[in-house]
Every structure is written in C-alpha cells, then in structure tokens.
T-cell receptor
C-alpha cells in the first residue's frame, strides 16, 4: 500500500525567502512521486515528477524536489518565493502503472509581501 | 491539445435533483479518473477507468453516485438524488497508460457543485 503525508497544512513565507514544503511517502516498492500545484479556482497542474532517474528533480517555476530514499521524503523547495507562488500544493505517489494515485492532504502556501 | 474538458464549470441545484457532470479526456489517453475535492476530506479518488472499463470504484461514496464511460472520449458522473453534502469540486483527469511506464495524470478545471 502507498500513501503520502504532507507536514503542515499551511505554510507562510516572506517574499524572497526559501520555500520548503514537506512530503513523506510510504511505499513497499520504488514509487513514482509527484508535486502538483492548484491555483485558486483551477485544476491541478503538474510541477515536477520523480520516476527513478535523477534524485534531484527540477520542475516549472523554479521549484525542485529531492528524492531521499533513506528518509522516504520528497520535499519541495524553491530558493526565493514569489507572490505568484501562493497556491495549494499536493504531493502524490503512484505505483509503477500510475493507475493508483494517492494524494496528500495538501499544503496551502501563503507568500507575505 | 485542448486538455481535459469538463462541463459544466459550475452547477447549482436543489436537494433531490439529478446532477450529471461531464468529462472529455485528452485525445489518445486511455485512463480516466474522477476525483472529489472538499475542505473536509481533501482530494478523493472516486473511480477510474482503463480503456472505458471501470477498474476501481471503491471510492464512490454510495449508490447515489454512478459513473459511465461509453466511449474513449466521454465520461459522466451522475448523482441521483443529490444531497447538500455532495457539494464539492469534482475533477476529471486522464492519462496514457503504457505497460511499464509511469502515467502522469492531466486534470480538468473541475466542476463546482452546490446542492442547496
């Protein structure tokens, strides 16, 4: 069985500060891992994905995430927050077929000017 | 590509009425997923189809909910009768399932359902 846990349902950072959104996964097999972003009143958009290639994955809008097997983590980071980064972020894990997607409960990011 | 298309974008109805949500997946995709998003429960997978066949409907809340996929380019999620607790945003997503490869899901814009 697979699952993801997102620590912190709400995160606030100042504009220009480091963004760190935490995600830990549970999986009995090497998983595929994803970060999605949801802007207000919109659907989910893929930020980045890990599919057993490089452990450091770069995504859109300056975001990146590092797969750490020893810590079962896939935390999302961005060196400098921008006001436009304010959104809901979801971590997800899938099995190798990708048919079973398990989403975390989401983290709402607020960027303070 | 136009992406996943959902209609209507907003639906307001009264308790007891039938509601039908529609989804057109990305052309060529062979898997389709229905999700429900609420503040209380977050994002929940309701049902998914592979090649138009329902594979897992364990997330469907109760018999009032039903989903169909008559062909590769169309799916419906029906609620009959609707109840206020069904109020949520319903998302449709599609993906291309290939043996041995990951399958990124592409989401539609969602249908915001309000049951009065």
């Amino acid at each position: 069985a697979q699952s993801v846990t997102q620590l912190g349902s709400h995160v606030s950072v100042s504009e220009g500060a480091l963004v760190l959104l935490r995600c830990n996964y549970s999986s009995s097999v090497p998983p595929y891992l994803f970060w999605y972003v949801q802007y207000p009143n919109q659907g989910l958009q893929l930020l980045l994905k890990y599919t057993s290639a490089a452990t450091l994955v770069k995504g859109i809008n300056g975001f990146e995430a590092e797969f750490k097997k020893s810590e079962t983590s896939f935390h999302l980071t961005k060196p400098s927050a921008h006001m436009s980064d304010a959104a809901e972020y979801f971590c997800a894990v899938s099995d190798l077929t990708g048919n079973q997607f398990y989403f975390g409960t989401g983290t709402s990011l607020t960027v303070i000017p | 590509d136009a992406g996943v298309i959902q209609s209507p974008r907003h639906e307001v109805t009264e308790m007891g009425q039938e509601v039908t949500l529609r989804c057109k997946p990305i052309s060529g995709h062979n898997s389709l997923f229905w999700y429900r998003q609420t503040m209380m429960r977050g994002l929940e997978l309701l049902i998914y189809f592979n090649n138009n066949v329902p594979i897992d409907d364990s997330g469907m809340p109760e018999d009032r909910f039903s989903a169909k996929m008559p062909n590769a380019s169309f799916s419906t999620l029906k609620i009959q009768p609707s109840e206020p607790r069904d109020s949520a945003v319903y998302f449709c997503a599609s993906s291309l399932r290939l043996a041995g490869s990951y399958n990124e899901q592409f989401f539609g814009p969602g249908t915001r359902l309000t049951v009065l």
